[in-house]
Structures are given as structure tokens and as C-alpha cells.
């Protein structure tokens, strides 16, 4: 019974270019949410997905993000352009219903820019 | 400013005392949970409280969750080096379960 995958783990991104994070969730589970977290900080939420549609992406930054979790494949999180800030640790979960306190992480990829 | 603010930050003890930390907020939450986070990697669900003055105890671990529901505090007795961690609160905001809030986080470490 695999966990949430997420894939890269380890992702390094050169500024200006695009970084493509994919999360698999667990069986069974339609529900996806993304959360980054910077240094020293806890988990921001940035977008919560269901197959095929975004329900709430007021966490996500209004430029450069987007979301993605198609019908057959696994989510994916697209930043384009990278910049310096955009370095940090982005946690996929995944949940049966649509409830997110019922939702398992991932091991996170972390991001870096330079 | 933190919806959700976790103190301390930061807790060095020795191997066997006891400590608590607090997770506080001026906002209601519907439930609220406690995570263990390792280095590299994603946070792990410890417990879930949802009824205001609610105890829960997990071995070593004992969490409440207040009364009027805006705070929680997490009490470990006779810590372990294996207790090591950062701990995460994070609550669901009444009336929005498709996401949760998460406090700072307070890194532990307990010394053998």
C-alpha cells in the first residue's frame, strides 16, 4: 500500500527556468493539496485539487504557479520562471473525501534555485 | 502574522525530563492536529483533537485541546532521544476543511 509519491525529491533549478513537481497520491485518494515550506517556517497552503478541477488555489502566488491534476497521471505543480524565493520544500497530500485533516503527506521535493 | 503560533521554537532537554509545547491562535478551529516532522521528509499525523476541552494520550504523549478550541498544547513525559523532531500544529478553520493551517513548528531535541 504505497504512500504519496512525490518525484523529484531533490529538484535544482537554474533562475528563469521551470521546475515540474509531480505527486502520485495513494489509492483511492481523488483529493490533492499542495503546501510549500520555506526555512524554519511550517506549511503554507497554496492549492487543493480534485481530478480534473482546482477548488481552492487562494494560497497560490498569482504569477509563475500553477496546478495541475489530470484525469489519468499524477498532479503536477509548475513554477515557471524560478526565482531565488521560490527555493523551499513543496509537500503534496492526498485524502479519501475532501477533508484535509484527513490527508497523508508526502516526502516533499525540495526546490532549489541558483 | 501566524494564524496558528507555536512556542517555543526551539527546546533542547536531556534525556528524561518533561516538556510541553503550546500551539495558540484568536481564531476558532473545527479540529486541530499534531504532526512529527523529520529532517527530509513530510510530516507525520500524530493525533487529531476535535471536541474543545478533549485529552487525548498517545504512550508518552498527552495533547489537549482547549476548552473554546483556539489552542492546544502537546505534554511529553520522560522524553527520548527518539523524540527528537520538529512538531507541527495545524488546525482546520470552521467552515473550511479543504485546508489547513499550520503553526511555525517547534524543533526538540533531547539529549541522551
Known amino acids: 500500500n504505497a504512500g504519496v509519491m512525490q518525484n523529484p525529491r531533490h529538484l535544482v533549478r537554474r533562475r528563469g527556468q521551470e521546475a515540474r513537481l509531480r505527486c502520485s497520491p495513494m489509492?483511492?485518494?481523488?483529493?490533492v493539496y499542495w503546501y510549500r515550506q520555506l526555512p524554519e517556517e511550517g506549511l503554507k497552503f497554496m492549492v487543493y485539487?480534485?481530478?480534473?478541477?482546482?477548488?481552492?488555489e487562494s494560497g497560490m502566488p498569482k504569477e509563475r504557479f500553477s496546478a495541475e491534476f489530470p484525469k489519468e497521471g499524477p498532479s503536477i505543480l509548475r513554477i515557471q520562471q524560478v526565482v531565488r524565493g521560490d527555493s523551499a520544500a513543496y509537500f503534496c497530500?492526498?485524502?479519501?473525501?475532501?477533508?484535509?485533516?484527513?490527508?497523508?503527506f508526502g516526502q516533499g521535493t525540495r526546490l532549489t534555485v541558483v | 502574522t501566524q494564524l496558528l503560533e507555536q512556542s517555543p521554537q526551539f527546546l533542547s532537554i536531556q534525556e528524561g525530563e518533561n516538556l510541553t509545547v503550546y500551539c495558540n491562535s484568536s481564531?476558532?478551529?473545527?479540529?486541530l492536529q499534531w504532526y512529527r516532522q523529520e529532517p527530509g521528509e513530510g510530516p507525520v499525523l500524530l493525533v487529531t483533537?476535535?471536541?474543545?476541552?478533549e485529552v487525548k494520550k498517545l504512550k508518552r504523549l498527552t495533547f489537549q485541546f482547549g476548552d473554546a478550541r483556539k489552542d492546544s498544547s502537546l505534554h511529553i513525559t520522560a522524553a527520548q532521544p527518539g523524540d527528537t523532531g520538529l512538531y507541527l500544529c495545524?488546525?482546520?478553520?470552521?467552515?473550511?476543511?479543504?485546508?489547513?493551517?499550520f503553526g511555525s513548528g517547534t524543533q526538540l531535541t533531547v539529549l541522551p
Open positions: 497530500a492526498s485524502s479519501p473525501q475532501g477533508a484535509a485533516t484527513e490527508a497523508f
Open positions: 489509492k483511492g485518494h481523488s483529493h
Open positions: 485539487l480534485q481530478k480534473e478541477n482546482i477548488i481552492d
Open positions: 481564531s476558532v478551529f473545527s479540529s
Open positions: 483533537v476535535v471536541t474543545g476541552g
Open positions: 495545524a488546525g482546520a478553520l470552521s467552515g473550511s476543511a479543504r485546508q489547513l493551517t
